[in-house]
């Protein structure tokens, strides 16, 4: 299955049934009134986080979601149906966003979340309601209001507390399959991960997080090189990132400059992304056999890096020095857990900093995608926009429009 973190959709509401001009006709009941009923209201539409969704591949292919129109209403004063709700499923971690107005109408985190993204017309009033003591047999009645149209953005950010980030073939991959039960790909070249990847690490009862694995950068990335910073988004929800370094890696560059690379492309893609909390993990340390030497490598690249947070030594590999990492992860995670409860402005504070990195994440992504784009239609028309003609990373290209009418 295609992993599909972008969606473009339209949803139309149903619209009100209509009212009706109807009369009592009944035998030894001479003028018996209005009795008009009213539409039955249209149908709204709703998403719903399901947690058997992990992908918006659906709504690449179906692109239009129509609710049914309400029935108009009958004689007897009998009101018309109203027609069902419209269920729309997309992964926990969606984001819904109004295209017209870039609003964000709301963020689905929980499972079985629901969300109001289209509300159905009301039905329109039948004659029975514009009777009076001067118009004893109104000929009146109204047509039902026309439900919500709108052009909604899904967008799907995974859902974890810990994002890996590093150069390609650092060893994240095997990282997370050594600490949870996820088994992404692992082989010895790079971009073996071209997904996001998400593991549950679990401490002991009732203690575990959630790990997500997401492709390797390279210099350039956030000006779209290798696969971009199109994942990068991914990790705008982490509490922490574990920053993953090859200390010795098998083509030969230098780990500090990898690691620096890396560091910079989180500083131009999102400042706000690079304050977050990193720990600097020198990964594949079964290559050096010499303890001396090994020690020396760690410590000239802690000191060339001038880093003063946290740093473990591990071997992927041979699950070295893993688990060190993932309780001093939980025991992190737990504290920050426990003082956004006994803290209500610390607990605001997050939130207010989580929405400010997902706002620049949105768009610093579509800066960069438009940019992309530009610089493909000036490939095309032969302008001097671009300086090469490698532009054939489709990662950024609309499908062409497909539309399919959804009618349940």
């Known amino acids: 299955m295609r992993f599909i973190d972008e969606a473009v959709v339209t949803v139309k509401a149903g619209d009100g049934g209509n009212g009706i001009a109807s009369f009592r006709r009944e035998k030894y009941v001479p003028r018996g009134g209005p009795d008009g009923g009213d539409g039955g209201t249209?149908?709204?539409?709703?998403?719903?986080?399901?947690?058997?969704?992990?992908?918006?591949?659906?709504?690449?292919?179906?692109?239009?979601?129509?609710?049914?129109?309400?029935?108009?209403?009958?004689?007897?004063?009998?009101?018309?149906?109203?027609?069902?709700?419209?269920?729309?499923?997309?992964?926990?971690?969606?984001?819904?966003?109004?295209?017209?107005?870039?609003?964000?109408?709301?963020?689905?985190?929980?499972?079985?979340?629901?969300?109001?993204?289209?509300?159905?017309?009301?039905?329109?009033?039948?004659?029975?309601?514009?009777?009076?003591?001067?118009?004893?047999?109104?000929?009146?009645?109204?047509?039902?209001?026309?439900?919500?149209?709108?052009?909604?953005?899904?967008?799907?950010?995974?859902?974890?507390?810990?994002?890996?980030?590093?150069?390609p073939n650092a060893g994240k991959s095997t990282f997370i399959r050594q600490v949870s039960a996820a088994k992404p790909k692992v082989a010895d070249y790079p971009f073996t991960t071209i997904v996001p990847n998400l593991g549950v690490v679990d401490i002991g009862r009732h203690r575990s997080f959630v790990m997500a694995d997401i492709p390797g950068l390279i210099e350039g990335a956030s000006e779209g090189a290798g696969l971009g910073i199109r994942f990068l988004k991914h990790v705008a929800r982490t509490r922490r990132l574990l920053h993953i370094v090859d200390i010795q890696p098998i083509d030969g560059t230098d780990p500090v400059n990898n690691a620096r690379i890396i560091l910079n492309e989180l500083e131009r893609f999102s400042p706000e992304l690079a304050n977050l909390p990193q720990i600097l993990i020198l990964n594949k340390i079964d290559q050096v056999i010499d303890p001396e030497e090994l020690d020396e490598l760690c410590n000239y690249i802690v000191a060339e890096l001038g880093w003063t947070g946290m740093v473990f030594r591990t071997s992927t590999l041979m699950g070295e020095g893993t688990d060190a990492v993932k309780y001093h992860l939980m025991n992190e995670i737990e504290r920050e857990r426990e003082r956004e409860l006994e803290e209500p402005l610390f607990a605001e504070a997050q939130k207010e900093r989580f929405e400010r990195l997902e706002a620049e994440v949105r768009r610093n992504t579509e800066a960069q995608r438009e940019a992309y784009r530009a610089a493909r239609k000036a490939q095309r028309e032969g302008t001097d926009l671009v300086e090469d003609d490698s532009l054939d990373n489709d990662s950024f290209d609309d499908d062409d429009d497909v539309e399919v009418v959804y009618a349940p």
């Not at 709204?44 to 058997?52: G, H, S, T």
């Not at 269920?87 to 109001?116: A, N």
């Open 42 to 167: 249209g149908g709204d539409v709703y998403v719903i986080a399901d947690d058997n969704t992990n992908t918006l591949v659906d709504y690449r292919y179906t692109r239009r979601y129509d609710a049914m129109r309400g029935e108009n209403g009958h004689s007897k004063n009998c009101a018309g149906k109203g027609s069902d709700i419209v269920y729309l499923s997309v992964p926990v971690g969606t984001t819904i966003i109004d295209t017209e107005t870039d609003e964000v109408i709301g963020d689905m985190v929980e499972i079985g979340q629901t969300l109001l993204i289209a509300k159905g017309g009301d039905g329109g009033l039948g004659n029975t309601h514009f009777k009076s003591s001067t118009n004893q047999a109104p000929r009146k009645a109204t047509s039902g209001f026309e439900g919500e149209l709108k052009i909604l953005k899904f967008e799907l950010k995974v859902v974890a507390d810990v994002g890996l980030i590093g150069m």
